[in-house]
């Protein structure tokens, strides 16, 4: 059974920083990966989808990448704003989605 | 991006009444919609794969005669809590895809709360 998991599940930091999500997943058998914020009491929006024979996705500000291998997937986000303050869920593919327990993430200004 | 239209966004009930939640794909026909659950603070937990036309198949420990899905065309799937509880008080948002391992559009969110 697919495990995913997000590390840290909560992360802080100031306007302008760059910065890392990270995701791991225990079987690595995926067709893709994909990454999606979520705002407070609302749907996800998709951010990247990084199919398995890929190694990054470009979108903006922001990079995904994908280490099959390894069982790792990275959100890069470049120059914070505040407007980035959510929760990012990553969710691995296999037929149906698994997703991880995700990062919530605050922009201070 | 597609759009998927989850209907209504905020509902309110009675204990042991039945509750219908709306999901749409607007721009494309959807093959498989997905249906998840999702508590505070936790991420989604996949409740059931519907596939237009045919039963749909749920996740293990999900009861399918409270939570009844219909998948009746490309885009269209209804989820109905039935005889609902305080503790089916949830969020639950659906998706849809193309099927397989297309990548999956999803809905706003339904918040569920019975009183």
């Known amino acids: 059974k697919q495990e995913v998991t997000q590390i840290p599940a909560a992360l802080s930091v100031p306007e302008g920083e760059n910065l890392v999500l990270n995701c791991s997943f225990t079987d690595s058998a995926i067709y893709n990966l994909q990454w999606f914020r979520q705002d407070p009491g609302k749907g996800l929006t998709s951010l990247l989808l990084?199919?398995?024979?890929?190694r990054e996705q470009t979108s903006g500000r922001l990079n995904a990448s994908l280490d099959k291998s390894s069982g790792r997937s990275t959100l890069y986000i470049a120059a914070s704003q505040p407007g980035d303050s959510a929760t990012y869920l990553c969710a691995s593919q296999n037929e149906k989605l698994t997703f991880g327990t995700g990062t919530r993430l605050t922009i201070i200004p | 991006g597609a759009v998927v239209s989850q209907h209504p966004s905020r509902v309110i009930c009675k204990s042991g009444t039945s509750v219908k939640i709306e999901c749409r794909s607007l721009?494309?026909?959807?093959?498989?919609m997905f249906w998840y659950r999702q508590f505070p603070k936790q991420s989604l937990m996949l409740m059931a794969t519907s596939n237009e036309g045919s039963k749909a198949t749920y996740e293990q420990g999900v009861e399918k005669d409270k939570f009844l899905i219909n998948h009746a065309s490309l885009t269209l799937s209804t989820l109905t809590v039935t005889s609902a509880h305080p503790e089916d008080s949830s969020f639950y948002i659906c998706?849809?895809?193309?099927?397989?391992?297309?990548?999956?559009?999803f809905g706003q969110g339904t918040r569920l709360t019975v009183v």
């Open positions: 990084i199919q398995s024979s890929q």
């Open positions: 998706s849809a895809s193309y099927g397989g391992n297309t990548e999956a559009f």
């Open positions: 721009d494309f026909q959807a093959t498989t």
